[in-house]
């Protein structure tokens, strides 16, 4: 069994900060990737920043210089710093990892349950 336990969202008003938080755990051999992911109403699913089992990163056009991912491998967590929060950034957002199991020889995608990140104008 593998979670991804997210924390942080809430809601802010334009121009604020918030801290996202995720955290693999269970029977984990190792974790390659790791990001966020958000779905606002009515729109499909993007990407909003991943960070590659090497540490490499990458953001959506949207994000970049506003928002920072970082990585504590030990702890198999993932942390999403937004600044200058925008009313644009209001969505549900979804943490997201490729995890390898214990007995397993493949890697699985992984997502969490979602947690919700509202900005007032």
């Known amino acids: 069994q593998v979670q991804l336990v997210e924390s942080g969202g809430g809601l802010v008003q334009a121009g604020g900060s918030l801290r996202l938080s995720c955290a693999a755990s269970g029977s984990i051999f190792s974790v390659n990737s790791m990001g966020w992911y958000r779905q606002a109403p009515g729109k499909e699913r993007e990407l909003v920043a991943g960070?590659?089992?090497?540490?490499?990163?990458n953001y959506a056009d949207s994000v970049k210089g506003r928002f920072t991912l970082s990585r504590d491998y030990g702890k198999n967590t993932v942390f999403l710093q937004m600044n200058s929060l925008i009313p644009e950034d209001t969505a549900v957002y979804y943490c997201?990892?490729?995890?390898?199991?214990?007995?397993?020889?493949?890697?699985?995608?992984?997502w969490g349950q979602g947690t919700q990140v509202t900005v007032s104008s």
């Open positions: 960070i590659a089992s090497g540490g490499s990163t």
């Open positions: 997201n990892a490729a995890i390898r199991r214990y007995g397993s020889t493949w890697y699985t995608n992984y």
